[in-house]
């Protein structure tokens, strides 16, 4: 066949396109194509009406798809590049939070949140934990437990198991606050990295990997 069920034509190799013309008849003329691919369509013809070959340069059907393939390439390029210079500042900030100064601090809420999964029908149950702190006489609140987690403060696939971890914290309870000095607003409960804080990195790496691999493989097609 040279067309397939939804008459859209085949793609062949001239060794291809030979051997099929070959069954048509003998004597019958092929154009020299030479080593080039071309595409092999279902035409009219006075003697072969219903089999006759129509070759087209492969390159006039795959130029708008390699015009994608170099679009699509190059965002995720951008998007990894994009993605390593904020887990690239993300992990110094993490790292500089070990020596931000300690202030004392008390927990204003306790809670335990449903978060549903990215498959939607999952869901996990997050302890959250809000918290008030002072810094040369002003007054800040935050929810942020560690750099990477966010405010959840603990992940558990079961609400009971969240709330029985949540009581560790309770209403009015003292801790100790650690803030950016340049930035008092900017707080934590806890100094220790999370993986959270090298997800950035990661992605980046690997948009970054796929877009080249993109670009090698339309390179060769070339």
Request: hydrophobic fraction near 40%; aromatic fraction near 10%; charge should be positive.
């Amino acid at each position: 066949m040279l067309v397939d069920a939804d008459n859209r034509p085949v793609t062949l190799t001239l060794a291809q396109a030979h051997a099929r013309a070959k069954k048509l008849g003998e004597g019958w003329p092929l154009p020299n194509l030479g080593d080039q691919g071309f595409i092999m369509s279902r035409v009219t013809h006075p003697k072969w009406t219903n089999c006759v070959f129509h070759f087209h340069n492969v390159g006039d059907y795959q130029t708008p798809n390699r015009i994608a393939g170099w679009i699509l390439s190059m965002l995720m390029l951008a998007g990894g590049i994009a993605l390593m210079g904020v887990g690239v500042d993300f992990t110094h900030q993490a790292n500089q939070a070990k020596s931000w100064a300690q202030t004392p601090g008390q927990i204003t809420r306790v809670s335990v949140r449903s978060v549903r999964g990215s498959s939607g029908t999952s869901r996990t149950y997050e302890i959250r934990l809000d918290y008030r702190y002072e810094v040369q006489g002003s007054i800040f609140r935050s929810q942020r437990f560690r750099l990477g987690d966010g405010s959840n403060a603990g992940s558990y696939s079961k609400q009971s198991e969240a709330q029985k971890a949540s009581k560790l914290w309770s209403r009015g309870q003292a801790v100790d606050v650690f803030y950016d000095p340049a930035d008092p607003s900017s707080a934590v409960l806890r100094t220790d990295l999370s993986w959270g804080v090298y997800v950035p990195l990661v992605l980046g790496a690997v948009f970054i990997m796929a877009g080249l691999l993109f670009i090698g493989n339309l390179r060769r097609g070339s």
